[in-house]
């Protein structure tokens, strides 16, 4: 494995790009540490039809693929809180505004709000994809806050010019521009000009 990935869900509605930011990681043979926050479990439950055991959920079930690390959020005392755990990056999808406004004010209250706090701290790569819309201007504050500190800012808002056809070619384009952001090579999408 070349690259160790920190990955979360948290509670915002569209757990499918973070499923399938799951499975493309896999298929690239990227080590995964993943944590799924209490409000993500609820979403995944209502809109993949998964249920999720908070300490030990089966991710093979959620995303048919095995060996992740799976961290609980109220692990705080997980390595990947540590920034002696040397990770490639970290990226939250979905991101909801909540765990974004705790990234932006510094207030872990969770390993996933830790872990994004020590990426930045680091400078490691840290890509947060919100998918609430509309935005207040909170959090556009927030967001500015996070992309001054380091980290992109990357809504789940595919693109059309690569000829979508199904729901999963629209989630492939954020998941291609979320790998592209961690610095992992895929052909998720044709490319434009490709």
Not at 146 to 172: C, K, M, N, Q, W
Request: glycine share 8%.
């Amino acid at each position: 494995m070349d690259k160790r990935i920190i990955l979360a869900l948290t509670g915002a509605s569209g757990v499918l790009y973070g499923r399938s930011t799951l499975q493309a990681l896999a298929a690239e043979n990227v080590e995964i540490w993943l944590s799924i926050s209490d409000a993500a479990r609820l979403i995944v439950r209502d809109e993949l039809k998964v249920n999720l055991d908070e300490r030990n959920p089966d991710i093979e079930k959620l995303a048919g693929v095995k060996g992740v690390k799976y961290v609980p959020p109220h692990a705080l005392d997980a390595v990947i809180a540590s920034g002696s755990f040397p990770v490639d990056g970290m990226a939250i999808v979905p991101c909801s505004m909540s765990t974004l406004g705790a990234i932006a004010s510094g207030h872990g209250t969770n390993v996933i709000h830790r872990a994004a706090d020590v990426a930045l701290k680091e400078r490691r790569p840290l890509v947060l994809v919100p998918r609430e819309t509309p935005f207040s201007a909170i959090h556009l504050e927030n967001m500015l806050r996070l992309a001054r500190a380091g980290a992109t800012i990357l809504p789940a808002s595919p693109g059309f010019y690569h000829g979508p056809e199904s729901v999963e070619d629209l989630v492939d384009f954020v998941v291609s521009r979320v790998l592209d952001a961690l610095g992992i090579d895929n052909a998720l999408i044709r490319r434009w000009g490709g």
